[in-house]
């Protein structure tokens, strides 16, 4: 859909141009990259397909410090847009909504500097605050009408055809109504080259006001161009959501090199800060022998220092203690030192020694929901009923902070269960269930909930909110 860069494989639009508009009350993404793994209607339409999202809290402040400036300069300041991450290796971004806006890993694991991926967001914040999104869903409806009305004309062609006995008129007009669908997607198609140019347009005027290189904005084209270049003499411009990458790239060429800050870098801090998170994100998404081909033992730098700790962590956490304790000795102001350390240590059976770094990490950064959540998890996970409460009350500040954890809810249930609790614990089921998607078993447990729940309380209306819920009904089914 629109976006920065259109799927290489979904170029070609074809009969899914009807799966497309039957997505339409559920979102329209904006997507960004060239060869993302979903389209649209798989991410949001189809039952039983989710986007596999993927939790850090180091790499999203990370992001959240790339686009606060973006957002403030675009008029978005106010606005809660959650930038969340997904699990996939191809450079790719979209915007759904005005709310939410998905970044790839594989946006920051090929993104050198802080400026391709800062590109990134200024563009789908182009979307959002052109209102781009809204729009596209009005050019999809008319989209549908051209095809409604051509197929109507067609068919009125083809029955005077049949009735004037006239064979080429029937033919015509038989044509006409199967090349209407054609013409009502090549003005949608059309509509969205003009949007994603905007939103192009407008990235650049939100890096200047920034006083950033859109340096990082070429760098991708030029990226999205190299993939296209084997395949654009197949490819019909016309059957397109997105401007060719070459094109793009000449249209933002001349403005970006001639801005006084073309030759700005990043912050020494800021890209450093970029470097360990893409050490992180390729630690922990691929095979330990990938992780040292890329960072050798030779490389001495702190970010192959994290990476290799993160492999060795995969292999063996309590081994690769000592690499990280190494890691905390030069920054021991760093939280997610101490997170990775109550990770390695919670992972590899000894949750209780997890806990002490885990609190480390929330004294470093307080208020982090993630911190929150893996502490209390370490709590829970420790077996000493003593920690219980203090897990409880922990876990339940994570939740407030970050509402969107189901292993939250499902070591708070535990916690619950293991105090006696049961209503209490069927009731923090059901909410994880519910983030989860599986609304059945969360009204079955928010029912058992109920039961034992005392009516008119707190707790007993979230349950019957749950019981009482009823999906939304899409295109009228």
Known sequence: MSGYGAKLKDMRLGSRFAAMLSALSVALPSFIGATAALSPETAFAQSGRKLPLVRDAEAEDLLRSYAQPIFKVAGLGNTQIDIILVNDKAFNAFVPDSHRMFINLGVILEAETPGEIIGVIAHESG????????????????????????????????????????????????????????????????????????????ALKYLEATHQSGKGMLKTFERF?????????????????????????????????????????????????????????????????????????????????????????????RAAIKEIDALIRQEPSNPYFQELKGQALLESGNPKAAIEPFRRALALKPGEGQFQIWLGYAMVSSNDKSLLPEAETILKQGIRTDPNSGIAYSQLAIAHARQGETAEADLATAKGMMMAGDVDAARRYAARAQKNLKRGTPAWLQADDIVSYKPPKLNGR
Do not use: C, W
């Open 127 to 202: 979307h959002i605050a052109g209102r781009h999104l809204v729009r596209l869903r009005e050019a999809a409806a008319n989209a549908q009408i051209i095809a409604v009305i051509g197929m109507i004309l067609g068919a009125g062609a083809a029955v005077a055809g049949g009735a004037s006995g006239n064979s080429s008129a029937i033919s015509g007009g038989a044509a006409a109504a199967l090349s209407s669908g054609n013409v009502g997607q090549r003005s949608m198609l059309a509509y969205q080259r003009g949007e994603e140019a905007a939103a192009d347009r407008a």
């Open 225 to 317: 161009a190299e993939q296209q270049v084997f395949s654009a003499r197949f490819v019909d411009p016309y059957a397109q959501s997105h401007p060719m990458a070459n094109e793009r790239y000449r249209s933002l060429a001349t403005d970006v090199m001639k801005s006084k800050y073309y030759d700005t870098p990043a912050p020494a801090a800021l890209q450093h800060r970029h470097d360990m998170v893409r050490a992180k994100i390729l630690a922990f998404s691929s095979h330990p022998n990938e992780v040292l081909r890329r960072y050798p033992r030779s490389d001495k730098s702190l970010p192959a220092q994290y990476a290799r700790a993160i492999a060795s962590m995969k292999r063996d956490g």
